[in-house]
């Protein structure tokens, strides 16, 4: 459930290779996509880097005829959905512009057992700052973007109609260059609950340290609010192991 993330310079390689006609209303495609050989070229950024392990199951069964690594197709459509995802949480949480950043998700270079995903400065020069002001609540922007996914409704309030998700949690609006299409919001929500455990799990760790070096009442009491208040209606046990920890300091001072 652990992740790795990072903040740094980025050389992004991009290139047009093709462009579909859409209707402007139903935004289906008119026709096939027409190829293009477009200009490359590198833009200098800053961003964030999600490194996700690629555990067992998300990869096909080895084949005989080809059998290099291969990550599942509605893996992949996961991680495409987490990118979207956090793009919207990172807006809200930092209060920045979503003019300012962009998402792209690859299998990371060096590593094939990584998925990258990155959340980028998009505002031309790189340094408006965006990138940094979510990185510096990065736990709460994830937290967030778990949380945008769990509860979404739909825009039936009857739940997401189907499985790519709905505008009210996966969709973008402008940015994304597959039209919205190759999501897959369980995916996403099975690998953002893994880490969100994990960083609820750091939660207690850091309750029973404050208890250890002799936190008030009222500062235990307080603390344990803060994260019932983040995780409660995240994750199943949240009392529970909660009280866990506090019935086992009561015994330590009996």
Known sequence: ??????????????????????????????GDAIPVEGEKFTFRTRGIVLKFPIEKDDEYEADTDEPTRRVKDDVLDGFHAIEHVL???????????????DGINEPDPDDEKIHNIYIIDDSGSGESGATEMIYRRIEEVIRRSFE???????????????????????????????????????????????????????????????????????????????????YEHLLPNVETEIDKISSEFEKRNQ
């Open 148 to 230: 945008i996914l769990y509860l979404c409704k739909g825009p039936k309030d009857k739940g997401c109609e189907k499985p790519e998700g709905c505008p009210n949690c996966t969709f973008q609006i402008y940015k994304c260059n597959q039209w919205n299409e190759h999501l897959n919001k369980p995916i996403a929500v099975e690998k953002l609950r893994t880490v969100v455990r994990e960083m609820f799990k750091n939660e207690l760790e850091a309750l029973k340290t404050a208890k250890e070096h002799g936190s008030s009442k009222d500062e235990s009491a307080d603390f344990v609010k803060h994260i019932k208040n983040k």
């Open 87 to 101: 793009q919207h949480a990172g807006v809200t949480v930092a209060g920045i512009s979503s003019d300012d950043i």
């Open 1 to 30: 459930g652990k992740i790795e993330i990072l903040h740094s310079n980025l050389d992004i390689d991009k290139q047009v290779t093709a462009y579909t006609r859409r209707d402007l209303i139903t935004k289906e495609p008119i």
